[in-house]
């Protein structure tokens, strides 16, 4: 059964922290730009004057995506399918952009999958399919979009990464691996690339609210006790992801590189492993 395509809005009643013309005449390339934290991603760029090609496996959802965000903010959003396992498909995705718009200054690798498990439960082609859409579809479209346009022109990278790593988080080790994997990938492609003018940053959210992953995730717990949780009190909107993401792609990021924001008000040094979680992910998972 095909899945159902869900149409995204954009945010209402949008209120400028910097100017609006910040990234005009710039152009950014965002995988997984179809939905979620990414999709707000391309909004706010977009509402700073900067046009995107959001990508992603499903032309159908980017079409509506597409459509969606250039009537809310005036600004063109081309659409490219790529699956960013394949570099022929990337490449065609980065030339579609070139040919576009004729230029790319920032890439935001968004696409991901994730899932709950337990190792002892998880398969080898289970562990495999996250490490090739997350750690091998950012080094490939880092790759292309270097090799295509940066190195020549300078730019900004952002991997869109977890916090699952830090301590090791249970149910999560195959996507704590890549996401660990991406991390360091952003160390090195910091060190190499700066000399041709491209930053590299990282961006982990914590909990965000209105996202497939938080309603997937947090197997039924409430909103009131996650945020009992967190030391600020607050759970993360896609609004603040994607004006974090903003910030780092401006001069006034200049100096961050090869670094990565925890974007997460304080939960990873808050939350621990308790073993209680692994008795309420069975008890989830029984209902379904």
């Not at 959003?77 to 498909?89: G, H, I």
Request: aromatic share 8%; glycine share 10%; charged share 20%.
């Amino acid at each position: 059964m095909a899945s159902k395509v869900v149409t995204e809005t954009c945010l209402e009643d949008y209120r400028y922290s910097f100017r609006s013309d910040i990234l005009s005449g710039k152009v950014a390339f965002i995988t997984g730009g179809g939905s979620g934290i990414c999709f707000t991603i391309a909004e706010v760029f977009m509402r700073h004057g900067c046009r995107t090609v959001i990508v992603g496996r499903n032309m159908e959802k980017l079409k509506k995506s597409s459509e969606t965000l250039t009537k809310a903010t005036g600004v063109k959003c081309f659409p490219a399918q790529a699956d960013v396992r394949k570099p022929l498909e990337v490449i065609a995705a980065v030339e579609k952009c070139l040919q576009e718009f004729g230029r790319l200054d920032i890439v935001v690798n968004g696409a991901a999958g994730n899932f709950l498990c337990p190792l002892e439960d998880m398969s080898f082609n289970a562990f495999k399919t996250i490490q090739e859409i997350d750690i091998l579809g950012t080094y490939n479209v880092s790759k292309v979009a270097f090799d295509k346009y940066l190195k020549d022109h300078g730019g900004v990278i952002i991997h869109i990464t977890a916090l699952l790593h830090l301590r090791g988080t249970l149910l999560q080790a195959h996507v704590g691996v890549a996401k660990a994997g991406i991390e360091t990938l952003s160390k090195h492609q910091a060190v190499e690339w700066g000399p041709k003018g491209v930053r590299v940053m990282c961006v982990a959210p914590g909990p965000v609210e209105a996202t497939e992953g938080y309603n997937r995730l947090t197997m039924g717990v409430s909103a009131d006790q996650i945020r009992q949780i967190i030391p600020i009190g607050q759970i993360g909107t896609r609004q603040e992801m994607g004006e974090i993401c903003l910030f780092l792609a401006t001069d006034m990021a200049g100096q961050l590189t090869g670094s990565t924001i925890y974007a997460d008000g304080g939960i990873w040094m808050a939350n621990g492993n308790e073993r209680e979680q692994m008795q309420s992910y069975k008890q989830w998972r029984s209902k379904l």
